[in-house]
C-alpha cells in the first residue's frame, strides 16, 4: 500500500504538522506501506488561475506549469493520501488551500445532483485514493477546529466511507516543547505517537482505523490551563528578549 502525506505547513521538516505525520508514517512502514510525507512548502504550486480551461481547452490538465503535475500523479498513485495542516484563522493554510485548489483538472465540468439533493461534479479519474487528514491549533480548546470539522462532514456526505479518519490536536505548540523542560508532558507525548503508529498500521493492515484509536489520538497532552500559562510565559520571555 502506498500512503502520502502532504503537509500544508509553512514551517516544513520543523513543524508540529511534521511531528504529528511522522509516527503516522513509521506504523504504516512497520506493515510493509511505502509511506512517504511531501513538504508543500518545498515545492512550485502555483495558485489556481481560475481560468477553467483545464475543463475546456486542455481538459483534464492544468496551464501553470510547475510541480503540480507531478504530485496530482502521486496523489492519483497513492492508495491513502493525508493532508495535514496546522489551523491558520480557523482553517487550514493558503499552503494546503492552494494545493486542494489545483485538483479541478480532476473534475469534470458538468453539475450533478445526488439523491440527497447536493450538488457535485463527477470525478475524471476512476479511483481516487482514500483520505485522512490531521490539523493542530494553537489554542487549547476545540472551538478553533469548528470550520474544519464542518467542511468534513461535508467532505464527508460527498464521498462516504472515503474518509478514514480526521484528527483534530489541539495544544500543538506543546508538540516541540524539548523532553527535558516537561518530562510528564514528554510522557503524554509519547502516547500519543504511540497512538499515531497504531493508527498508521490499522490503516495498512486493515484499511480502517478502529474509532477507539482515534479517541486515543485525541488524548489531552496538558490541561488547557498549563498550557495557555506555559505559551504566555514564553511569549513574556520573547518580548523580553526583544526589548532588550
Ligand atoms: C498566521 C497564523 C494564523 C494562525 N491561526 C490560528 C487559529 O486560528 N487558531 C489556532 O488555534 N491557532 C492558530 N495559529 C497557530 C498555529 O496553528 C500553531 O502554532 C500550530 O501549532 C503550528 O503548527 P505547524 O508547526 O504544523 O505549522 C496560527 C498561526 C499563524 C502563523
Given at each position: 500500500m502506498k500512503v502520502t502525506v502532504f503537509n500544508g505547513s509553512p514551517?516544513?521538516?520543523?513543524?508540529?504538522?511534521?511531528?504529528?505525520?511522522?509516527?503516522?508514517?513509521?506504523?504504516?512502514?512497520?506493515?510493509?506501506?511505502?509511506?512517504?510525507?511531501?513538504?508543500?512548502?518545498?515545492?512550485?504550486?502555483?495558485?489556481?488561475?481560475?481560468?477553467?480551461?483545464?475543463?475546456?481547452a486542455t481538459p483534464g490538465r492544468c496551464v501553470l506549469k510547475d510541480d503540480?503535475?507531478?504530485?496530482?500523479?502521486?496523489?492519483?498513485?497513492?492508495?491513502?493520501?493525508?493532508?495535514?495542516?496546522?489551523?491558520?484563522?480557523?482553517?487550514?493554510?493558503?499552503?494546503?488551500?492552494?494545493?486542494?485548489?489545483?485538483?479541478?483538472?480532476?473534475?469534470?465540468?458538468?453539475?450533478?445532483?445526488?439523491?440527497?439533493?447536493?450538488?457535485?461534479?463527477?470525478?475524471?479519474?476512476?479511483?481516487?485514493?482514500?483520505?485522512?487528514?490531521?490539523?493542530?491549533?494553537?489554542?487549547?480548546?476545540?472551538?478553533?477546529?469548528?470550520?474544519?470539522?464542518?467542511?468534513y462532514s461535508v467532505v464527508k456526505q460527498m464521498s462516504p466511507g472515503n474518509v478514514l479518519f480526521e484528527l483534530y490536536r489541539n495544544c500543538g505548540e506543546a508538540l516541540s516543547v524539548p523532553?527535558?523542560?516537561?518530562?510528564?508532558l514528554a510522557a503524554r507525548i509519547a502516547e500519543f505517537h504511540e497512538a499515531l503508529r497504531q493508527t498508521g498500521r490499522e490503516l495498512v493492515a486493515s484499511g480502517e482505523v478502529a474509532e477507539a484509536t482515534v479517541q486515543k489520538l485525541h488524548m489531552e497532552l496538558i490541561s488547557d490551563e498549563e498550557y495557555m500559562a506555559g505559551a504566555n510565559l514564553q511569549w513574556d520571555a520573547e518580548l523580553g528578549r526583544a526589548e532588550a
Open positions: 514551517r516544513g521538516r520543523k513543524s508540529n504538522s511534521h511531528r504529528i505525520v511522522e509516527p503516522l508514517l513509521e506504523g504504516a512502514r512497520e506493515v510493509g506501506a511505502e509511506a512517504q510525507e511531501v513538504f508543500l512548502i518545498e515545492k512550485d504550486v502555483k495558485q489556481c488561475l481560475g481560468c477553467f480551461c483545464c475543463w475546456s503540480m503535475g507531478e504530485l496530482l500523479e502521486l496523489y492519483l498513485d497513492s492508495d491513502c493520501v493525508g493532508l495535514a495542516t496546522p489551523v491558520y484563522n480557523m482553517y487550514m493554510t493558503g499552503l494546503l488551500k492552494n494545493f486542494t485548489d489545483r485538483f479541478l483538472p480532476l473534475a469534470t465540468p458538468h453539475i450533478r445532483r445526488s439523491d440527497d439533493g447536493t450538488f457535485y461534479h463527477e470525478g475524471r479519474v476512476r479511483r481516487f485514493p482514500r483520505q485522512f487528514f490531521i490539523a493542530n491549533s494553537g489554542f487549547p480548546g476545540g472551538h478553533n477546529f469548528v470550520v474544519l470539522e464542518s467542511f523532553e527535558e523542560e516537561h518530562p510528564e
